[in-house]
Nanobody, 126 residues
Framework: QVQLVESGGGLVQAGGSLRLSCAAS????????MGWFRQAPGKERVFVAA????????YYADSVKGRFTISRDNAKNTVYLQMNSLKPEDTAVYSC???????????????????WGQGTQVTVSS
């Protein structure tokens, strides 16, 4: 089992920045790709970003490319999502997830993630 806990959400003005953290428990953290997803009220959960087990490859939704950066520190069992130039449409609950798969195309689909955190609220005001 893998337990994930997100933190770092909050209320910011448009154009501001936040850094989300996802702390993972489990001695096999290095074996998992990690992803960030978000879900706005009344909408489906969508892919935001993913990073492979080593941190050498990253993947982003077009809507956040150039603004968000995903990274991981395996020594700290932590994954980060640096969010810059935030927009009101970024408002959502952000969740991190762990996937045992290694084929990059699987990272875009939330059905390929086995473990999920509880989520952290990000609200961006106009």
């Amino acid at each position: 089992q893998v337990q994930l806990v997100e933190s770092g959400g909050g209320l910011v003005q448009a154009g501001g920045s936040l850094r989300l953290s996802c702390a993972a428990s489990g001695r096999t953290f290095r074996s998992y790709a990690m992803g960030w997803f978000r879900q706005a009220p009344g909408k489906e959960r969508v892919f935001v970003a993913a990073i492979n087990w080593s941190g050498g490859s990253t993947y982003y939704a077009d809507s956040v490319k150039g603004r968000f950066t995903i990274s991981r520190d395996n020594a700290k069992n932590t994954v980060y999502l640096q969010m810059n130039s935030l927009k009101p449409e970024d408002t959502a609950v952000y969740s991190c997830a762990a996937s045992p798969l290694t084929y990059y195309s699987t990272y875009y689909n939330d059905r390929n993630y086995d473990y999920w955190g509880q989520g952290t609220q990000v609200t961006v005001s106009s």
